[in-house]
């Protein structure tokens, strides 16, 4: 199989997010506060992109199956969207 880098290798992003997680909740590396605001700075990064993702995936997924069980008992309750399909 083909492995694509960059924006596309979603799973060595949350590798990386899990990395950064672990080097964070490491008790001395507040000591060293540039470094710690690097990481930061990362799982920030990282965390935006992977919402993004999340979000694109699950919007991309609504429109080729339909709404979620869940989606549908909102709309029923309040007024419903507008559909661009």
Not at 17 to 33: K, T
Not at 56 to 80: C, V
Request: overall charge negative.
């Amino acid at each position: 199989m083909m492995r694509y880098g960059g924006i596309f290798d979603v799973s060595g992003r949350r590798e990386r997010l899990e990395e950064v997680e672990r080097e964070l909740a490491e008790s001395d590396i507040w000591s060293d506060a540039p470094r710690a605001e690097v990481l930061a700075r990362e799982r920030a990064a990282l965390e935006a992109v992977g919402t993004g993702l999340d979000r694109l995936f699950a919007s991309s997924l609504s429109r080729i199956f339909g709404p979620t069980p869940l989606e549908r008992k909102y709309w029923r309750e309040n007024e419903q969207p507008s559909r661009l399909w």
